[in-house]
């Protein structure tokens, strides 16, 4: 079992930048896909982005590419979704999620991930 706690989310006006924090509890797993999803009122959770923590290798949905990366800290078994050049389209409740698992392919879908932290909302304003 793994939980994941995430942070950093708020409101900020366009341009501006958040760096949203996810924490595995479970650091015995090494390998393991760590994506973020976001979900605004009224539409679909999305895909926003993964880091394969095996080899570090990360991979975005278009609209984000350019503004958003992915970084780890292994020491604190932390990772971050910094968020620049931040849009009213990027705001949304946000979540963290993980699969424990030896493949470097991660999925870009909901179903493809066995945990899920609590969600952070993240407004922009323009």
């Known amino acids: 079992q793994v939980h994941l706690e995430e942070s950093g989310g708020g409101s900020v006006e366009v341009g501006e930048s958040l760096r949203l924090s996810c924490a595995p509890s479970?650091?015995?797993?090494?390998?393991?896909?760590v994506a973020w999803f976001r979900q605004a009122p009224g539409k679909e959770r999305e895909w926003v982005a993964y880091?394969?923590?095996?080899?570090?290798?990360?991979d975005f949905t278009a609209s984000v590419k350019g503004r958003f990366a992915v970084s780890r800290d292994a020491a604190r078994n932390t990772l971050y979704l910094q968020m620049n050049s931040l849009y009213p389209d990027d705001s949304g409740m946000y979540y963290c999620?993980?699969?424990?698992?030896?493949?470097?392919?991660?999925?870009?879908?909901?179903?493809?991930?066995?945990?899920w932290g609590q969600g952070t909302q993240v407004t922009v304003s323009s």
């Open positions: 880091m394969y923590t095996g080899s570090g290798a990360t």
């Open positions: 479970a650091s015995t797993y090494t390998h393991y896909c």
């Open positions: 999620a993980a699969a424990v698992q030896i493949s470097p392919s991660c999925s870009s879908r909901s179903s493809g991930y066995h945990y």
